[in-house]
T-cell receptor
């Protein structure tokens, strides 16, 4: 089975712009979670989608949003980017009690 | 509230030394899961082990071993005869019994020098 894929791997944006990140889970997995990793805050849970519905949500502002499509692929959107949004964004594909992570998208906000 | 503490920010050892990475967790749940992940410089989190709260058996997998003690809320990870390829950031994580939200520790950076 192919692993979790994330696109793009690297992204550079400027403050105020918006960005969309994509995640394709492992085939057959219906749950996709998103995490933000920064040196200061570590790994923080953003949200989880299951069968196209947001099932869990972390403590992030409304600028962070996501969605999931019928094929389980998920997108995450960040609007009005701030410098502090620079981070590695990790997507995780989950099935029962196994969670596998993708390689991440490194976002730099200038 | 759930919380995972990895007090060791960075550890440096010489190849072939044994090293233990500490993990202490807090939760009010009676059913929960504990995990260890490895993050090499490439950034991808690699799953190492999962343990549920009802299984306190220690586990050994090659050079890796894990010690789970509910009495001290600890889930420590030992690498025996460390190798340079073990250099990475290691994360301990906790999830509830429904396997929903994950709570990660701040990670321990392990440097194994030749």
């Amino acid at each position: 089975k192919a692993g979790v894929t994330q696109t793009p791997r690297y992204l550079i944006k400027t403050r105020g712009q918006q960005v969309t990140l994509s995640c394709s889970p492992i085939s057959g997995h219906r749950s996709v979670s998103w995490y933000q990793q920064t040196p200061g805050q570590g790994l923080q849970f953003l949200f989880e989608y299951f069968s196209e519905t947001q099932r869990n949500k972390g403590n992030f502002p409304g600028r962070f949003s996501g969605r999931q499509f019928s094929n389980s692929r998920s997108e995450m959107n960040v609007s009005t980017l701030e410098l502090g949004d620079s981070a590695l964004y990790l997507c995780a594909s989950k099935d029962y009690n196994e969670q596998f992570f993708g390689p991440g998208t490194r976002l730099t906000v200038l | 509230a759930q919380k995972v503490t990895q007090a060791q920010t960075e550890i440096s050892v010489v190849e072939k030394e044994d090293v233990t990475l500490d993990c202490v967790y807090e939760t009010r749940d009676t059913t929960y899961y504990l995990f260890w992940y490895k993050q090499p410089p490439s950034g991808e989190l690699v799953f190492l082990i999962r343990r549920n709260s009802f299984d306190e058996q220690n586990e050994i997998s090659g050079r890796y071993s894990w010690n789970f003690q509910k009495s001290t809320s600890s889930f420590n990870f030992t690498i025996t005869a460390s190798q340079v390829v073990d250099s990475a950031v290691y994360f301990c994580a906790l999830s509830d019994g429904n396997f929903n939200k994950f709570y990660f520790g701040s990670g321990t950076k392990l440097n194994v020098k030749p």
